[in-house]
């Protein structure tokens, strides 16, 4: 079973408009950690946002907000006003804790492009 | 700060050789590392984790034999990839978490791309 599903293969969103990545999760450690990341076509990483488990609010950081549903072990991106330099990778990543070790494990991504 | 380098960049290789690629943490101390495979447009696939002092933890379907890690000390880990294959060529990144700990960001390697010729 895949413990991170990113649905959408590709998205399409027209600059200034919000978009939505959808992620959903499954764990079974009480103590996890959520992340989100760009790739851009130049390769790096670049981390955007960070949920974990008991937070009670969802986490913010500018433009970017995670809508966290908690008992639906979803987990999805929003952007606001998007620009065009937010056209790139983007990929849900799960921190748990299982048989012994920490593991951190990324989703498909979603790869998504900003109109003009 | 959190700097994460990963050397080499890019390396050629003949089929049946051994690499080695090393990630250090440069100015934190890095007690878990990840290492990663990544194919072109796709996803980061996790390998193992790389505890310091301890042997690795493998991932289902990644043969410990061929993928040797060794974390030797809190600011180098190293993977060795051996007697190579040309189906081994692929991008392969290290990352490490940050001094926060468990809830902060992976810090990356700028990845290392294996070609086996």
């Known amino acids: 079973a895949q413990k991170i599903t990113q649905t959408q293969p590709g998205m399409f969103v027209q600059e200034k408009e919000a978009v939505t990545l959808d992620c959903t999760y499954d764990?079974?450690?009480?103590?996890?950690?959520l992340f989100w990341y760009k790739q851009p076509s130049s390769g790096e990483m670049i981390f955007l946002i960070y949920?974990?488990?008991?937070?009670?609010q969802n986490a913010t950081e500018g433009r970017y907000s995670l809508n966290f549903q908690k008992a639906r072990k979803s987990a999805n991106l929003v952007i606001s006003a998007s620009q065009l330099g937010d056209s790139a990778m983007y990929f849900c990543a799960m921190r748990e804790f299982t048989s012994g070790t920490y593991k951190y494990i990324f989703g498909t991504g979603t790869r998504l492009k900003v109109l003009a | 700060g959190a700097v994460v380098s990963q050397h080499p960049s890019w390396v050629i290789c003949k089929s049946g050789t051994s690499v080695k690629i090393e990630c250090r943490s440069l100015d934190f101390q890095a007690t878990t590392m990840f290492w990663y495979r990544q194919f072109p447009k796709q996803s980061l696939m996790l390998m193992a984790t790389s505890n310091e002092g301890s042997k690795a933890t493998y991932e289902q379907g990644v043969e410990k034999d061929k993928f040797l890690i060794n974390h030797a000390s809190l600011t180098l880990s190293t993977l060795t990839v051996t007697s190579a294959h040309p189906e081994d060529s692929s991008f392969y990144i290290c990352s490490a978490w940050g001094r926060q700990g468990v809830d902060s960001p992976l810090h990356f390697g700028n990845g290392t791309r294996l070609t086996v010729t």
């Open positions: 949920q974990g488990s008991y937070d009670q």
């Open positions: 764990t079974s450690d009480p103590s996890y950690g």
